[in-house]
């Protein structure tokens, strides 16, 4: 309208007019001009102060501008009967509009704080309010623990002293420690010393380590991924304009020379490592809770170009308590008693010997405790660590650390003497030990072993049943008819000590005695049941009677009754399992017939 010309006999448009001077209102209505006062001014009473002063503020640019028109009217008009004119009206008409947008405006900026107010929760500002007290609660432990205290960032522990268990135990809490702990060391020597001494009362492990250069490394990789992944997002005209990534190396000499983070072995949640497609019924039962309770006690070392170490030791262990008799317990072992075993084993000592000095007497335990406490250089080297007698050492621990370092325990279990002696104090044979080619008869006398060639003739086997060469010959190529077809395997051999190498044991053995009761009946046929023509006349009879079977043990000498493992054995063992290897030769003889006629048979069968 400010810039369109205005005829000067138009009519006079007043429907946009809100707000209309005094002087163009008739005196009879001036009562009633409350009609026409400005509603912001009762409205401003119940807003944000801001909202106030905005709306003062458009308040008084009305006001000025209705001064302005008064005094331009009041310039222009002879008196107050006078009618304004069209640019009058106009002006008065512009600032009622200019007024009625900033109210607008003001009325929308109230309703959205209005809005915002009502849409904020509760809890947040009840939140808003823990923080202000968290932070008050903060400065009051800063108050508290200021940067001149011992054990703060400014002012560290230099040296701190060594807690050893079980002799000295640390003492520390939130009332009189910090947390974190700083502490300052000479070299990294006198950190490991002391660090030795935390791990033996919880054990640390080393997690990670680092150095400058690879994180320098790894902040340029991340850089790199992170400038991808922003160019991926770009169109193609936004990546040709985009700046490349800048990758050149600040030429910086940082103080620090490795950082390597210590933590809790309680540290971390367990994760189960069982299959996901086995069954519930297959899977392995955990029998023992894990240790792991996602501990937050950590040291963090930074060893200085100078050979300085600065140490950020958080202190306090969460989800357990690394001083209770169940978590010493129930823990893996400190690395104490843990480097001793593998001495100990490393030096050939086998387990009883390790028991035996673990398990000492407790008056000369509380005697060397006592000892090693009143002078802790008094230690001995053949003594286990004082951590050691304090603590049970258990028989597993012992036995997988021998089994990681030398093996199965059985190959280097030392075997029995070659003589015993019993409870009634009589001495007989043992078992062999190894590198022994000869077993020791109850007179001290030594038997040869037969060995593969010479269990053919029985004249070897037992000096009483020497015979003449052709007798000998006959009966050899008996008892090789007689020997089990596994004998004749190239696979199975006979061992150093004479004994025949095969999957079982206890059948080798029931075997031999067969074959010896076998051969004594049939020598004894050959004397008794011969005709003119030497020919023998018993044979089946004979091998399988029992009236055989003792006469060969008999006959057999003391120190040939033996077991699988070379001890003697009584004679009905020797006679129950020589029974049993007779029926088992009976038996094998049984199924070769058996399947001979089947074989006989189908070849019949096929024939026709």
């Not at 409350?34 to 008084?60: T, W």
Request: a negative charge; proline letters at 6%; one cysteine or more.
């Amino acid at each position: 309208m400010e810039g369109q010309a205005i005829h000067s006999h138009s009519p006079l448009n007043l429907a946009a007019a809100n707000d209309i001077p005094s002087f163009v209102i008739d005196p009879s209505l001036e009562a009633s001009s409350e009609f026409f006062q400005d509603p912001v001014v009762d409205i401003d009473h119940h807003h944000h102060h801001a909202d106030v002063d905005e709306h003062s503020q458009n308040l008084n640019q009305g006001d000025q501008l209705r001064d302005n028109t008064h005094q331009i009217i009041d310039s222009e008009g002879n008196d107050h009967n006078n009618q304004p004119t069209q640019e009058d009206i106009d002006a008065v008409i512009k600032a009622s509009l200019d007024h009625a947008q900033a109210q607008a405006a003001a009325d929308a900026v109230v309703a959205a704080v209005s809005r915002l107010n009502d849409s904020i929760d509760p809890s947040l500002a009840d939140s808003g309010e823990q923080l202000e007290n968290q932070n008050d609660g903060k400065s009051q432990i800063d108050q508290k623990f200021s940067n001149t205290e011992p054990g703060q960032e400014h002012n560290p522990i230099h040296e701190p002293p060594l807690h050893i268990a079980p002799f000295s135990r640390p003492s520390r809490s939130i009332e009189d420690t910090p947390l974190p702990l700083y502490l300052h060391f000479g070299s990294k020597n006198h950190f490991l010393r002391w660090l030795d001494a935390e791990s033996s009362w919880c054990h640390f492990v080393q997690r990670r380590t680092t150095t400058p250069d690879k994180r320098s490394a790894e902040r340029l990789q991340a850089r790199m991924r992170a400038h991808q992944r922003s160019l991926n997002a770009m169109t193609p005209e936004e990546r040709e304009a985009a700046t490349p990534l800048k990758t050149r190396r600040r030429k910086r000499v940082s103080p620090v020379f490795e950082k390597v983070t210590f933590t809790c072995h309680h540290a971390g949640t367990y994760e189960s490592k069982h299959s996901t497609s086995l069954p519930e019924e297959k899977l392995r039962k955990n029998t023992k809770k894990s240790v792991k309770c996602a501990c937050a006690s950590r040291v963090v070392l930074s060893e200085l170009q100078t050979g300085d170490c600065k140490v950020v030791y958080h202190w306090k262990h969460e989800g357990h308590d690394p001083f209770s008799d169940a978590d010493l317990e129930g823990g893996r072992l400190p690395k104490s008693i843990d480097t001793w075993l593998n001495k100990q084993i490393e030096a050939g000592k086998t387990l009883d010997d390790i028991r035996k000095v673990l398990n000492i007497s407790e008056e000369d335990k509380e005697a060397y405790l006592a000892k090693v406490s009143a002078d802790p250089t008094a230690l001995e080297p053949n003594m286990p660590p004082p951590l050691a007698l304090a603590l049970k050492v258990k028989y597993p621990d012992i036995y997988n650390r021998y089994r990681k370092l030398r093996g199965p325990v059985k190959e280097h279990k030392q075997l029995k003497g070659s003589t015993k002696r019993t409870a009634s104090g009589t001495i007989k044979a043992g078992s062999r030990v190894d590198g022994e080619e000869s077993d020791a008869g109850p007179s001290g006398s030594t038997t040869p072993i037969p060995t593969e060639g010479d269990i053919h003739t029985l004249g070897d086997l037992d000096p009483l049943m020497s015979h003449t060469s052709s007798v000998n010959e006959h009966l050899g190529g008996l008892t090789n008819s007689l020997i089990p077809p596994y004998t004749n395997n190239h696979e199975n051999k006979l061992d150093q000590n004479g004994m025949i190498i095969d999957d079982d044991e206890h059948n080798e053995v029931d075997t031999e005695f067969a074959q010896l009761a076998s051969s004594h009946d049939l020598l004894n046929s050959h004397e008794h049941g011969q005709n003119g023509e030497n020919e023998v006349v018993v044979v089946d009879d004979l091998i399988n009677s029992h009236e055989g079977l003792a006469r060969a043990l008999l006959d057999l000498p003391s120190a040939g009754l033996r077991d699988e493992d070379g001890n003697e054995m009584s004679l009905e063992e020797a006679m129950r399992r020589m029974a049993e290897g007779v029926a088992q030769v009976a038996a094998q003889e049984q199924e070769q017939e058996q399947e001979e006629e089947r074989g006989q048979k189908q070849e019949l069968h096929d024939e026709d």
